[in-house]
C-alpha cells in the first residue's frame, strides 16, 4: 500500500516554478521523504530526499511541513524536459529497503 | 560511474521459454531491486535484497526467481511466463535504508514481451 497521496496530474507553463504536492499524513518518525521522476520509457530518477528540514540541491527543492505531513518538491523554472511523472515515496531508514511507489503525478510543462 | 546496467533491453519469450533478466551496478551499492512496470502505471515493488540476501519478496509467483550471487549482480530468472507478465522490468540499486545517502538508481529497464 502507498502511503502518499498525489494528484494524477498538473500543468506548468515553461520557465515558471512548478509546485507538486504530495500528502503523507500517516508517516512515521523515522520515515524519510524521497521524489524520483520518470521520463517517458526511461527508468525513474531520483531527484531528492528528506526528513524534517527543508532541502535544495540543483534540481529541485523540498519543503517539509512542520507536522511532516505533506510536502511540496518545488522545480523553480520549468522546462519542457521536466515533462514527467513525479513520485513521492516514503521510506523508513532501515536495511529492510522497502521503497514502493504510489500513482505519481504526471507534470506536462507547456511553452 | 553511478549507472545500473540491464540487459537486454529487449526481450521476447514463449510461454515455455526460459529466460533470465541481468542487472549490474558498481557502486558498492548493498541493495538491488526488481520492480515491474505495467504502461500509464507506477513500478510495483517485486524483490529486494539487502547485503545479498533476499529482505523482500511481494508474493511473486514462482516463475519469477530472483538470484544475487553477489554485492553487484542481480539476476531475475524466468520460467513458464504468461502474456499478462509483459511489461517494462526495472532493477535498482541504493545504499542500504540504514546508512545516509539511500537515493536509489534505476536502469533503464528489460521491456519483456511474452507470446
Known amino acids: 500500500d502507498a502511503k502518499t497521496t498525489q494528484p494524477p496530474s498538473m500543468d506548468c507553463a515553461e520557465g515558471r516554478a512548478a509546485n507538486l504536492p504530495c500528502n503523507h499524513s500517516t508517516i512515521s518518525g523515522n520515515e524519510y521523504v524521497y521524489w524520483y521522476r520518470q521520463i517517458h520509457s526511461q527508468g525513474p530518477q531520483y531527484i531528492i530526499h528528506?526528513?524534517?528540514n527543508n532541502e535544495t540541491n540543483e534540481m529541485a527543492s523540498l519543503i517539509i511541513t512542520e507536522d511532516r505531513k505533506s510536502s511540496t518538491l518545488i522545480l523553480p523554472h520549468a522546462t519542457l524536459r521536466d515533462t514527467a511523472v513525479y513520485y513521492c515515496i516514503v521510506r523508513v531508514a532501515n536495511n529492510n529497503n522497502d521503497m514502493r511507489f504510489g500513482a505519481g503525478t504526471r507534470l506536462t510543462v507547456k511553452p | 560511474d553511478t549507472e545500473v546496467t540491464q540487459t537486454p533491453k529487449h526481450l521476447v519469450m514463449g510461454m515455455t521459454n526460459k529466460k533470465s533478466l541481468k542487472c549490474e551496478q558498481h557502486?558498492?551499492?548493498?541493495?538491488m531491486y526488481w520492480y515491474k512496470q505495467k504502461a500509464k502505471k507506477p513500478p510495483e515493488l517485486m524483490f529486494v535484497?539487502?547485503?545479498?540476501?533476499?529482505?523482500i519478496n511481494e508474493s511473486v509467483p514462482s516463475r519469477f526467481s530472483p538470484e544475487c550471487p553477489n554485492s553487484s549482480l542481480l539476476n531475475l530468472h524466468l520460467h513458464a511466463l504468461q502474456p499478462e507478465d509483459s511489461a517494462l522490468y526495472l532493477c535498482a540499486s541504493s545504499q542500504p535504508g540504514g546508512q545516509r545517502n539511500t537515493e536509489a538508481f534505476f536502469g533503464q529497464g528489460t521491456r519483456l514481451t511474452v507470446v
Open positions: 535484497y539487502s547485503y545479498e540476501k533476499l529482505s
Open positions: 528528506g526528513l524534517k
Open positions: 557502486m558498492g551499492h548493498r541493495a
